[in-house]
């Protein structure tokens, strides 16, 4: 016998409708692929963009040449203060004795620095060296010597021992009356960028100036 094959028209009236897919063609899939990587690189872009700026930034100020008085004088004396950290901004203030030709002053430094900034020495403390430094007039932080540098000391229970007045004095200090109500003038440094440094000792030749 042979083999009957029956096949089904789709020309009647309630014949169903075929879905046909085509493929994608290439200019499609290059356009999607294109969107797709701009999605992805666009904050890597913007990323790079503010690296560059912020660079740019501090070469800027990198050349620039420090803002500021240069103050003429001798240090003497440190507040103490807690240790140096590298966890955030150090500050330290110092007693300086401001030369000119119309004599001498009392005046306040205040130094605020990272760790691998340059900031004042601790060499400095010597009486018998002139240095220079330069630093900008600020009102807001004059205060008196008490003020800056009085200490309440704490036994380990937190009972009250006593006050003091944290101060080290440079070696080769005369004997001389501090102005400890007095409200000091108050310099803060000017930042330089290493290899500069922000005391320089003066020459006889230039300490006159």
Known sequence: MGTLVVLSSSRGKHARKSTIFKPLSNSYRRKMATKKLIRVSLPLVILLLMICAATNGNGATRSRKPSGTVLTGKFIAQVDGPPLTGFGSNQKSYVFEML???????????DTFLIYQSHVPGRILDYSKVYKVTAVRNQKCDETLEDISRRFIFDSRGQFVEMKFALTY????????????????????????????????????????
């Open 100 to 110: 000119s030709p119309f004599g001498s002053q009392f005046v306040r430094i205040s």
């Open 170 to 209: 440079a070696k080769n200090l005369p004997s001389f009356t501090l102005p400890w109500q007095s409200p000091l003038p108050c310099y803060v440094v000017s930042t330089v960028q290493p290899p500069a440094q922000v005391a320089t000792e003066a020459t006889p030749q230039t300490a006159a100036h």
